[in-house]
C-alpha cells in the first residue's frame, strides 16, 4: 500500500511529465484554520464555504480544444483529491464535503475526482498513458 503522500507525490510528477499539449501544474493546497490574537482565519480554496472540503491538490491542466478555438491552449481549473492505494469511499462526514467540493468543480468543466493513484488521475484528466 501506498500512503497519501507518496501518492501525491507521484501524481504531481505524473502531471509535471504530461504533454497535453503543454505539461499540467499541481499545487498543494494547505487548507484549514487557526484562532489568532485578532480572530479565526481560514486557509485554502473554498475555505469560506461549510461543509466543502477542497482538494489536496489544485492546479491547471492545458487542453487544445476544437472548433472555435481551434490552435488555442486553455487552462481547465484541475482538483485531485489524493488518497492512499488501499481507500475505498466510505460516506464520512469529511469525504462527503470533499465530494461536495469536486463536484463543485465538475459542473464548472474542471477536472476533479478521487486519486488513489497515477491512472486515476490520467482518468480524471482524460489523459491516455
Not at 7 to 13: C, E, S
Not at 39 to 55: D, M, P, T
Not at 101 to 115: D, K, Y
Request: aromatic share 8%; glycine share 10%; hydrophobic share 40%.
Amino acid at each position: 500500500m501506498e500512503n497519501e503522500a507518496t501518492v501525491q507525490d507521484r501524481v504531481k510528477l505524473a502531471s509535471a511529465q504530461l504533454e497535453t499539449p503543454l505539461p499540467a501544474r499541481l499545487w498543494r493546497n494547505n487548507s484549514g484554520g487557526m484562532k489568532t490574537e485578532t480572530g479565526f482565519i481560514r486557509f485554502g480554496v473554498a475555505s469560506e464555504l461549510k461543509g466543502v472540503a477542497s482538494s489536496d491538490l489544485i492546479g491547471i491542466t492545458p487542453v487544445l480544444v476544437q472548433q472555435h478555438h481551434v490552435g488555442s491552449v486553455l487552462g481547465v481549473f484541475t482538483a485531485p483529491e489524493i488518497k492512499h492505494s488501499d481507500w475505498t469511499y466510505s460516506g464520512s462526514v469529511h469525504e462527503q464535503e470533499q465530494l461536495k467540493f469536486l463536484n463543485m468543480v465538475r459542473r464548472a468543466a474542471g477536472f476533479a475526482g478521487f486519486v488513489t493513484c497515477v491512472d486515476d488521475y490520467y482518468k480524471m484528466i482524460g489523459a491516455t498513458q
